[in-house]
């Protein structure tokens, strides 16, 4: 398996439900991200972790719950969700060094959630 | 802070017609600069990219240059395939300080027959 994977590619899930998405990055990358990508809206960066750390969390409501093993696997736990958090995630991965050519990501093909 | 503004979409074109797809930015330093696309039911892959000024990104008969005095990177294709239709991102990440790239909102492309 090469590049970004992430599983499942689809998911249906009441609200009551807790459900969790995984990526697996098999590019050597020491950054990884969460994105939440909705109709008619922008790219939405959820969290970020840099070598297991994580750096960022865009006041993401806490029914959604990172968690980062290891620099290769990111989790998405899913818990009491809403309607309105229907939506395709994206998971990606980059390499984050002072010497990089630009920052470049790499992008699974996401999960799609639908909320019920 | 740092941010892109792209074309508002769809672009609709017939095929083999000429694109444009225009990307301005704002941004502390120098950053890198990229174009990436997502096609239907997948996530975004990077198309093309440009680390400094006048450096010019191209692939799959797709250009863009960066250029540094109108901070600008719009992406070209001289003739389109109904395969290209998809969404656009411009991005860009700055260098030093954060790597955290930032995303333009993508631009719908549709090429007809």
């Known amino acids: 398996e090469t590049g970004v994977t992430q599983t499942p590619r689809h998911l249906v899930m009441g609200m009551t439900n807790k459900k969790s998405l995984k990526c697996e990055q098999h590019?050597?990358?020491?950054?990884m991200y969460w994105y939440k990508q909705s109709a008619k809206k922008p790219l939405e960066l959820m969290f970020v972790?840099?070598?297991?750390?994580?750096?960022e969390n865009n006041s993401v409501p806490s029914r959604f719950s990172p968690e980062c093993p290891n620099s290769s696997h990111l989790f998405l736990h899913l818990h009491t969700l809403q309607p309105e958090d229907s939506a395709l995630y994206l998971c990606?991965?980059?390499?984050?060094?002072?010497?990089?050519?630009?920052?470049?990501?790499?992008f699974g093909p996401g999960t799609r959630l639908t909320v019920t | 802070g740092n941010s892109v503004t792209q074309m508002e979409g769809p672009v609709t074109l017939s095929e083999e017609a000429f694109l444009t797809i225009n990307c301005t930015y704002t941004?502390?330093?120098?950053?890198?600069l990229f174009w990436y696309v997502q096609y239907p039911g997948e996530g975004l892959q990077l198309l093309l990219k440009?680390?400094?000024?006048?450096d010019k990104g191209s692939n799959k008969g797709f250009e863009a240059t960066y250029r540094k005095e109108t901070t600008s990177f719009h992406l070209e294709k001289g003739s389109v395939q109904v395969s290209d239709s998809a969404v656009y991102f411009c991005?860009?990440?700055?260098?030093?300080?954060?790597?955290?790239?930032?995303f333009g909102r993508g631009t719908s492309l549709i090429v007809h027959p």
């Open positions: 990606a991965s980059s390499q984050d060094r002072a010497d990089s050519t630009g920052y470049e990501q790499y």
């Open positions: 590019l050597g990358h020491n950054a």
């Open positions: 972790y840099n070598f297991k750390e994580q750096t």
């Open positions: 941004a502390t330093g120098y950053p890198s």
């Open positions: 440009a680390t400094k000024a006048d």
């Open positions: 991005a860009l990440s700055a260098s030093g300080g954060s790597y955290i790239p930032t």
